[in-house]
């Protein structure tokens, strides 16, 4: 591997960061999932009309925010996975090693996308 300790460090730092942003992120639109019914580790928070005080909304207008919830909780876990993925990789000493053709990720691919786990013509 050819990228410093330096840099290996930088990029554990941001994926750590935004490993926290995530788990924030996610807990303000979905609960941990206490079931296995639902894919993930979480799931979405169901708002009714009652609890965010809004007379006017309609059961659609309901379902239509349990809907943004549920795509907003796929695209955080989609990601969270991803940055999970790559601090495995730092931990298992193959971070920065593109997963498919084995060549190292250039540090500007990385430095824009901290959990990127293909280099830039794999991904393409
Ligand atoms: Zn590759």
């Known amino acids: 591997m050819s990228h410093t300790l330096d840099f290996i460090n930088e990029m554990q730092l941001a994926l750590e960061q935004e490993l926290q942003t995530l788990n924030k992120d996610l807990s303000s639109v979905s609960s941990p999932d206490v079931g296995d019914h639902v894919a993930g580790d979480y799931a979405p ?4 009309s009652d ?8 059961l659609a207008d309901d379902l239509d925010a349990h809907a943004v919830n ?6 955080l876990e989609a990601r969270k996975a991803h940055v999970e ?3 495995a990789a730092l931990e298992a000493g193959t ?7 084995e060549q190292d990720i250039s540090e500007e691919r990385l430095m824009a996308n901290p959990a990127a786990l293909l280099c830039m013509s794999c991904a393409q």
Request: net charge negative; aromatic share 8%.
């Open 45 to 48: 928070i169901y708002k009714h």
């Open 51 to 58: 609890e965010v005080g809004d007379e006017n909304s309609t």
């Open 70 to 75: 549920v795509d907003v909780t796929a695209t």
């Open 85 to 87: 993925q790559a601090i």
């Open 95 to 101: 971070y920065g090693v593109c997963a498919k053709c």
